[in-house]
């Protein structure tokens, strides 16, 4: 089956290290994005991709990066880590022509920034 | 600009109660409507859907109705479980965007 999976699923860092986070999927999508989950804030937009070698930024794009050298993959990096930056980031994928636009997600990852 | 409003939770119920979670919007057109579900410790995963006016999504027992007149779509369920129990995103999406406009989600805690 197809799916979609993150790593690390726990990860805890000091403020000013560099850390990344790991998505992948089997879908074929085309269209990922990278989401921030925070108590009071809903689901957060961070980046995203259309395809390969696109990346355009989200509503909280600040002091975060991605890259997309392939379909399957869309590692987020956070340069310098920040204690706001502590969260549960979650990275979906969807079809680029589907009708709905259905998005799948990981299992998330948690991040804490000490 | 796009936006979604749901009733802020918690929402707390006896099992078999029965269950409405409010959700408005805002777009322009005629977007996709969604319900994802986040269970403890998971990523979201779509519940339900709706794409054009007077549409009813349903699955697993929830329904909801695309009401274009009142911009609306509000989950419900007849009778809830406590397996229900768990964070509920009512999500957008408009045509000619790939990115969705979601809620802020509405926790439901449903005890024995």
């Known amino acids: 089956d197809a799916e979609i999976t993150q790593s690390p699923r726990h990860k805890i860092t000091e403020t000013g290290r560099q850390v990344t986070l790991a998505c992948h999927q089997t879908w074929n999508h085309n269209n990922m994005f990278w989401y921030r989950q925070d108590l009071g804030h809903g689901l957060r937009l961070i980046h995203y991709s259309y395809g390969v070698h696109d990346t355009n930024k989200g509503e909280v794009s600040d002091g975060y990066s991605v890259s997309r050298s392939n379909t399957e993959d869309l590692p987020l990096t956070l340069e310098s880590a920040a204690s706001s930056q502590t969260s549960v980031y979650f990275c979906a994928s969807s079809e680029h022509y589907s009708n709905t636009g259905e998005l799948f997600f990981g299992e998330g990852s948690r991040l804490t920034v000490l | 600009g796009n936006s979604v409003t749901q009733m802020e939770g918690p929402v707390t119920l006896s099992e078999e109660a029965f269950l409405t979670i409010n959700c408005t919007y805002t777009?322009?057109?005629?977007?996709?409507l969604f319900w994802y579900v986040q269970y403890p410790g998971e990523g979201l995963q779509l519940l339900l859907k709706a794409t054009k006016a007077d549409d009813k999504g349903s699955n697993k027992g929830f329904e909801a109705t695309y009401r274009k007149e009142t911009t609306s779509f509000h989950l419900e369920k007849g009778s809830v479980q406590v397996s229900d129990s768990a964070v509920y995103f009512c999500?957008?999406?408009?045509?000619?965007?790939?990115?969705?406009?979601f809620g802020r989600g509405t926790s439901l805690i449903v005890h024995p």
């Open positions: 777009a322009t057109g005629y977007p996709s």
């Open positions: 999500a957008l999406r408009r045509g000619g965007s790939y990115i969705p406009t």
